[in-house]
């Protein structure tokens, strides 16, 4: 396995949680913790998203202008 190949901290834990969704006997059992990791995967994103969110709100009108055809409304929207 060469540096490009080599897995990195996520891919190790998403190993981890494969093996521990595997050792499991019951399927229900299996398919809720599915269904719970998922849930909390979503739920981080959306607060990841929110947390940047107000970042850059709370920055608009105190970063200045990078040129004269930037529209302030293009710098605060987080796109």
Request: include cysteine; charged fraction near 30%.
């Amino acid at each position: 396995m060469d540096e490009e190949e080599e897995e990195d901290e996520y891919a190790v834990f998403g190993s981890y949680v494969a093996h521990e969704l595997r050792s499991l006997h019951s399927e229900d059992v299996r398919r809720d913790l599915k269904r719970i990791i998922q849930k909390a995967i979503i739920d981080m994103a959306e607060l990841d998203d929110n947390t940047v969110h107000a970042q850059l709100d709370s920055t608009c009108g105190v970063v200045p202008a990078l040129s004269s055809t930037t529209s302030a409304s293009h710098r605060c929207s987080g796109d």
